[in-house]
């Protein structure tokens, strides 16, 4: 069979679905925020500085993707992630590697369409996965090194800086990604915009509450007045407790997620011990019109209760 009679329906297959995925996305994150669907793109807000953002660097493609809201959902991970990445470049990738998933579960005669289809999905979304991940792990470094951020910045206040002076100190000897937010953030100060929507912008870049808190204070700060040296202080002892108890918490659920995880390969590792014991046992399992099936469906289950587990195990303080 041609190479191309393969991979033109595993790249429609899997565009399909990954488009499929992130617009039911999209419409639960415009329902949740009580948007109508269409405004999700204008809800995240506009560019934060003047810049000319390409999607993709081949004009087909860009033009293609144009056509879709879902590429703002992307292009916001991505930027949260901090990649250098086009979403043509993301969408080629998932479309790349749904490709190979297919190409490669193809080859396996005995499984069966559905579980050809699922493979493909979870191959096409794999580098979407790994921007989810990047993202959250730089989240979780940011909340880490915020409230020493926040000591420094008490710091430079109580020696006499102004604000604008302790931040630019901040985003100077400080590190990132907390240095690479405050430059974003006192660079859009310095081309003329307000604290207010500087300081909004990086709520909307870093989602977190404790950046959420940052903001307030400082935004109240610039109405009512007073010693934001000591408010600082006070919400930087909040969140390094805030923090503390995180790590308990996923000290906790450490044991739990190994515990998934072993779960998830030990039927796997039973399964190849007794075929090289006993490779007749299992014959009769391979050879039955409806054993083929039933080990798709079992490799799904088992798979699906993966993250089952782990999304039980996602404690949040």
């Not at 369409?113 to 794999?126: H, M, N, P, S, Y």
């Not at 909040?238 to 039927?267: D, F």
């Amino acid at each position: 069979m041609p190479v191309w009679l393969i991979l033109i329906p595993a790249f429609v297959a899997a565009f399909s679905g990954i488009a499929l995925l992130l617009v039911l996305a999209k419409d639960a994150g415009a329902q949740s925020a009580g948007l109508p669907t269409g405004e999700i793109a204008e809800a995240a807000g506009s560019p934060l500085l003047l810049r000319d953002e390409v999607v993709s660097t081949i004009k087909f493609w860009a033009r293609l993707l144009e056509r879709f809201d879902f590429i703002h959902i992307i292009k916001q991970r991505t930027e949260e992630a901090q990649l250098d990445w086009s979403v043509g470049r993301i969408t080629a990738m998932m479309l790349l590697s749904g490709a190979l998933a297919y190409s490669l579960l193809g080859y396996l005669q005995w499984l069966p369409g559905f579980a050809i289809a699922g493979g493909v999905v979870l191959g096409a979304l794999t580098p979407y996965f790994f921007v989810l991940r990047r993202r959250q792990k730089r989240f979780t470094s940011f909340e880490e090194q915020l409230p020493d951020a926040l000591d420094s910045m008490c710091r430079a206040l109580r020696a006499g800086h102004p604000l604008p002076a302790a931040i630019e100190l901040l985003a100077l000897e400080g590190m990132a990604p907390v240095s690479t937010e405050m430059r974003k953030t006192f660079d859009e100060w310095k081309l003329g915009m307000s604290w207010d929507q500087a300081l909004d912008n990086l709520a909307t870049r870093m989602p977190l509450a404790d950046v959420a808190l940052f903001g307030a204070a400082v935004k109240l700060h610039s109405r009512s007045g007073g010693k934001l040296g000591s408010v600082l202080a006070n919400l930087s002892e909040s969140m390094r407790e805030s923090n503390v108890l995180r790590g308990e918490v996923r000290a906790v659920a450490a044991h739990g997620k190994l515990t998934a995880t072993i779960l998830t390969v030990l039927p796997g590792l039973i399964a190849f011990m007794m075929n090289m014991v006993n490779p007749r046992h299992l014959e009769l399992l391979y050879n039955h019109p409806y054993g083929k099936n039933l080990i798709a469906v079992a490799c799904g289950l088992i798979v699906l209760a993966h993250f089952v587990m782990r999304r039980i195990l996602d404690i949040r303080p």
